[in-house]
């Protein structure tokens, strides 16, 4: 019984540790979709996410209100990241706007290391329980809080895209850009949506993981690294596989942690994508492709 229990607790870790993933992987696979590049600054929008709800949180505003402000901020801050990176290098290939994406990723580090120092930000939490006890498993109400804003974001976006004029916008955009030029739709718009879109998501996921992890200056890239390979489990440019992609490796990571090693804990992320790689490189959801001889 303790042995069932012992793995409903690593299970219930590890998808909320996943659902950070998802919501990060969503925002690379939104701005592939739009732009058909990779955009290497998404993790640090969990970052600037993570400092922000610090910065507000210190002012003394509640946590509510800091929480939404930090969200707003990010929104306006993947707005101007659109217009400053990727809108004037618009009409050139992927490559250097994938370039100017790791050059804002370094600005933006660095701009935090100069406002808010070298030294990690604790955070508190979203609610004073510390956590609830179920049959045995003992679930901590951060996690809890992840899992449910993450359900809560995934809703949204189907409902956003599958049943709103904006999200067929979204949509039409994202399959080809000149057609839905052509009937109307005002495509700059649109992917300037996507990227305050994608930035809200990441800067949701380092409000809500801030707690756990503390808020540093390297928080972001090693949550992009993770939320990069779900992208690619998952089936890269598919959404559902970038959820079922983070929340995957996050279970992987637990579990390996739990009975393989903790001090290898980032391994097994990597190894998963490896294997991915190896025996199904279009991921999961992904469909292969064939070349012509």
């Known amino acids: ?46 970052m600037v996410g993570g400092f922000a709800m610090v910065a507000f949180l210190s002012s003394g505003l509640p946590y509510w209100l800091a929480f939404v402000l930090a969200l707003i901020v990010l929104g306006v801050f993947g707005v101007i990241f659109a217009l400053g990176v990727y809108y004037p290098l618009r009409h050139r290939s992927y490559l250097p706007v994938i370039i ?7 600005f933006m580090q660095n701009a935090a290391l100069y406002i808010f120092g070298p030294q990690p930000r604790a955070m508190k939490r979203l609610f004073d329980t510390p956590g609830i006890d179920v049959g045995g498993v003992f679930m901590d109400t951060q996690y809890l ?106 279970v992987v990571e637990s579990f390996g942690a739990q009975y393989i090693s903790v001090a290898y804990k980032d391994a097994f992320a990597f190894l998963l994508l490896f294997l991915f790689l190896m025996l199904r490189p279009q991921g999961i959801f992904g469909e292969k492709i064939s070349e012509k001889a």
Do not use: C, H
């Open 145 to 250: 809080a992840i899992l449910g804003f993450t359900a809560i974001a995934v809703t949204f976006q189907y409902v956003l895209f599958e049943r709103t004029m904006l999200g067929k916008k979204l949509q039409a955009t994202s399959q080809d850009k000149d057609m839905a030029r052509l009937v109307g739709i005002p495509v700059a718009a649109m992917i300037a949506f996507t990227f305050f879109y994608s930035a809200v998501l990441g800067g949701l996921a380092g409000a809500l993981v801030s707690p756990i992890l503390f808020v540093s200056i390297g928080m972001g890239s090693i949550i992009a690294l993770k939320a990069f390979a779900a992208a690619i489990i998952g089936g890269f440019g598919d959404i559902t596989g970038a959820i079922i992609g983070g929340l995957l490796l996050g």
């Open 1 to 46: 019984m303790s042995f069932v229990i012992n793995n409903v607790q690593v299970l219930f870790a590890g998808l909320a540790l996943g659902s950070i993933y998802a919501l990060v992987a969503l925002g690379f696979v939104l701005i592939v979709r739009a732009t058909n590049v990779v955009n290497f600054a998404q993790g640090d929008f969990a």
């Open 100 to 106: 100017s994406t790791l050059g804002a990723s370094i």
